[in-house]
């Protein structure tokens, strides 16, 4: 028992001391964004969100940012009666970060996709496909905080 814990403790502090940092933090992402623009609907208004949160807020605020994003629900297979068993769920973001000091442009597309299994059950049908059309917004918002990291 007591040679257990020490090997524990002894994980615990080499995990502790080996510098660990989050990628994606307040610190890291050094944008001046002055705007935002976006579509009105409830993906952009979230990721529009939190890239406010993400950027720095100062006077010399060079850039302008607009996304715009849909989502598309296909038929991906068939049952032998016909009835769609599998749909697959696609979420598509478009970035623009516009640099107000030279009018340049730069474009970004970020794609996410996932299957879903039928349920006859639509308003749970309805719940699942919403739940992971979130999932695939924060996946591709860490993708575009990313890009935002890298200009």
Same mark, same amino acid.
Do not use: W
């Given at each position: 028992?007591?040679k257990k814990s020490f090997i524990i403790l002894i994980i615990f502090l080499f995990l502790n001391?080996?510098?660990? !940092?989050?990628? &994606? +933090?307040?610190?890291? $992402?050094?944008?001046?964004?002055?705007?935002?623009?976006?579509?009105? +609907?409830?993906?952009?208004?979230? =990721?529009?969100?939190? $890239?406010?949160?993400?950027?720095?807020?100062?006077?010399? +605020?060079?850039?302008? %940012?607009?996304?715009?994003?849909?989502? !598309?629900?296909?038929?991906?297979?068939?049952?032998?009666?016909?009835?769609?068993?599998?749909?697959? %769920?696609?979420?598509?973001?478009?970035?623009?970060?516009?640099?107000?000091?030279?009018?340049?442009? =730069?474009?970004?597309?970020?794609?996410?996709?996932?299957? =879903?299994?039928?349920?006859?059950?639509?308003?749970? &049908?309805?719940?699942?496909?919403?739940? &992971?059309?979130?999932?695939?917004?924060?996946?591709? =918002?860490?993708?575009? %905080?990313?890009? %935002?990291?890298?200009?």
């Amino acid at each position: 028992m007591i040679k257990k814990s020490f090997i524990i403790l002894i994980i615990f502090l080499f995990l502790n001391g080996c510098g660990f !940092t989050p990628i &994606l +933090n307040s610190e890291n $992402i050094n944008i001046n964004i002055n705007k935002i623009d976006f579509d009105n +609907n409830k993906i952009n208004r979230n =990721l529009a969100k939190t $890239i406010n949160d993400f950027s720095n807020q100062t006077d010399n +605020n060079p850039y302008d %940012l607009y996304i715009s994003s849909y989502s !598309t629900k296909n038929v991906a297979a068939k049952d032998s009666k016909g009835n769609p068993s599998i749909y697959n %769920l696609q979420l598509k973001v478009d970035v623009t970060l516009i640099n107000n000091n030279d009018k340049q442009e =730069l474009k970004r597309s970020f794609f996410e996709n996932i299957n =879903l299994n039928d349920n006859d059950d639509k308003f749970k &049908l309805k719940i699942t496909e919403d739940s &992971l059309i979130e999932q695939m917004s924060q996946q591709i =918002l860490q993708d575009i %905080l990313k890009f %935002l990291a890298s200009v």
